[in-house]
């Protein structure tokens, strides 16, 4: 499955920036959080990407805060299959994963794992060195000191 994932980078030039993406992305794929990154715009399935944006701009700010929502809701979603299991199942049930699938629900121990936010395919925002940004806490530090910290968008596979 393919996310638009934006990255936080620390650089001076736009060039850094885009250096800088390029081997976080490189250590995301290493650390298997993703299969592989389109590595050009041309072959991305969303516009701007791989164009380093500085964050004190209003389209960077509305990049990571688009990022931050779609991992809410995703939270919020997971949440409801964590609550439905630990309402309708026991733990034994949960630890051995039987579950009749409830149309709505992703039933799956898996859910507590999407829950933390630290995964690739929960996680579409990322800070230097490729560390995930899980909650609004952790991006507001970034906001609070934008200099020399940019935006890259980046189409990843998982």
Same mark, same amino acid.
């Given at each position: 499955?393919? #996310? ?9 030039? %736009? &060039?850094? $920036?885009?250096?800088? $993406?390029?081997?976080? *992305?490189? &250590? ?30 209003? %389209?960077?700010?509305? *990049?990571?805060?688009?990022? *931050?929502?779609?991992? !809410? ?30 149309? @709505? ?7 507590? =794992? !999407? $829950? =933390? /936010? ?8 990322? /800070?230097?060195? @490729? #560390? =995930? ?7 507001? @530090?970034?906001? %609070? ?14």
């Amino acid at each position: 499955m393919h #996310y638009l994932v934006r990255l936080i980078v620390n650089a001076d030039t %736009k &060039e850094d $920036a885009h250096a800088e $993406a390029e081997r976080a *992305m490189d &250590e995301l794929v290493e650390w298997h959080e993703f299969d592989w990154y389109n590595q050009t715009a041309e072959n991305s399935r969303w516009p701007d990407c791989w164009e380093p944006i500085r964050l004190s701009t209003k %389209k960077a700010q509305a *990049m990571v805060a688009d990022a *931050m929502t779609e991992q !809410r809701n995703d939270f919020k979603r997971t949440m409801d299959s964590i609550r439905f299991m630990l309402n309708n199942y026991t733990d034994e049930q949960i630890f051995s994963e039987e579950f009749e699938q409830i149309e @709505g629900y992703y039933l799956s121990r898996y859910q507590f =794992s !999407r $829950a =933390s /936010g630290y995964h690739a395919n929960t996680c579409q925002l990322f /800070g230097e060195d @490729g #560390y =995930s940004i899980t909650n609004q806490k952790q991006l507001d @530090g970034y906001l %609070k000191d934008t200099k020399n910290l940019w935006v890259v968008q980046v189409d990843c596979h998982n």
